[in-house]
């Protein structure tokens, strides 16, 4: 069973920095892009940051570049996304997405709610 789960999230002041940790398994994991993405209310889901199967290169959204660092441990399963200098702006739910670099078959994560709020 494909399962992605995120963790991590919460309740932060603003310049304040959170780590999300998206455990994965029932999939190869070592295949799959990582990435990032975030949901605000009445707003598009954003990708906010990209990882490739083996961690050599990372993209990132224009309005977290330099703030937001994505990496993984394909011996854990594991991706993650520091997030520092947090905004308010930034409060969203983060969700998790592997997508397999040659199929494009795409699995999701349920979500991890950040709140940036003083």
């Known amino acids: 069973q494909v399962q992605l789960v995120e963790s991590g999230g919460g309740l932060v002041q603003p310049g304040g920095s959170l780590r999300l940790s998206c455990a994965a398994s029932?999939?190869?994991?070592?295949?799959?892009?990582m990435s990032w993405y975030r949901q605000a209310p009445g707003k598009e889901r954003e990708l906010v940051a990209v990882?490739?199967?083996?961690?050599?290169?990372?993209n990132y959204a224009d309005s977290v570049n330099g703030r937001f660092t994505i990496s993984r441990d394909n011996a854990k399963n594991t991706v993650y996304l520091q997030m520092n200098s947090l905004k308010p702006d930034d409060t969203a739910v983060y969700l998790c997405?592997?997508?397999?670099?040659?199929?494009?078959?795409?699995?999701w994560g349920q979500g991890t709610q950040v709140t940036v709020s003083s």
């Open positions: 029932g999939f190869s994991f070592s295949s799959y892009t």
């Open positions: 990882i490739t199967s083996s961690g050599g290169r990372t």
């Open positions: 997405n592997a997508k397999h670099y040659v199929t494009g078959i795409n699995h």
